[in-house]
């Protein structure tokens, strides 16, 4: 497709399950991002990919999120021991790079509920 | 952090009118952008402004940067109901990109 898609869209998990949420980017970008937002929140920023490298994982909550870009294409977000206020929207994001004029393009996100 | 932080936080108008949303941010910029989210799901980039750009135009929108006072401001003229969203400005600099919590706009019919 001609934009970024997310995959699943919505995900309902139990408390202490694991996770997985797959971004696909515009074909051609190298950068990637992840987001998550809360409601009336802005998205908070996760982690980027410059290429298949996590340039700046400076906003991982903490060591139970994880996210991997093997081939520098498609992402998996990983979420371990998933708990309730890790329930939120996950946004992906690409762009051509991480240049000076380079806008993100976002998918629609994956609205994560843990119960 | 580099982050911009949307004022009002919320504005409801009467559609045909016009919609006047700020930014403000603390450091120094590349460019500034503008992004609109609708129903909570992924965001659509809107225009970008570069750091030596005072004015652009795109369609009903008009965004002025003032580098000086570090302010930013989206104008949205002759409203509709579509443009009822959140948008949000994301300076970009070198810092870590962060965005602020957005100005939640409501048009009446």
């Known amino acids: 497709g001609a934009g970024v898609s997310q995959t699943p869209s919505n995900k309902v998990t139990e408390k202490g399950k694991y996770v997985e949420l797959r971004c696909d980017p515009i074909?051609?970008?190298?950068?990637l991002y992840w987001y998550r937002q809360s409601l009336g929140q802005g998205p908070e920023f996760l982690i980027y990919?410059?290429?298949?490298?996590?340039?700046?994982d400076s906003g991982l909550p903490n060591d139970r999120f994880f996210a991997v870009r093997p081939e520098g294409s498609v992402s998996t977000l990983k979420i371990q021991r998933t708990e309730r206020g890790d329930s939120a929207v996950y946004l992906c994001?690409?762009?051509?790079?991480?240049?000076?004029?380079?806008?993100?393009?976002f998918g629609p996100g994956t609205r994560l509920t843990v119960l | 952090s580099q982050q911009g932080e949307e004022d009002p936080q919320a504005l409801s108008i009467q559609e045909g009118e016009n919609a006047t949303m700020n930014c403000s941010y603390k450091t120094s910029i590349n460019n500034l952008q503008w992004y609109r989210q609708n129903s909570g799901r992924g965001l659509v980039h809107l225009i970008l402004?570069?750091?030596?750009?005072r004015e652009k135009h795109s369609g009903r929108l008009r965004v002025t940067l003032d580098t000086s006072k570090k302010s930013s401001s989206l104008l949205i003229t002759a409203s509709r109901a579509a443009d009822t969203a959140s948008y949000f400005c994301l300076p970009q600099g070198a810092q870590k990109l962060v965005f602020g919590q957005g100005t939640r706009l409501t048009i009446n019919p």
């Open positions: 402004i570069r750091s030596n750009e």
């Open positions: 074909s051609g970008h190298t950068a």
């Open positions: 990919f410059q290429g298949t490298g996590a340039a700046d």
């Open positions: 994001a690409s762009s051509l790079g991480r240049g000076l004029y380079n806008e993100q393009f």
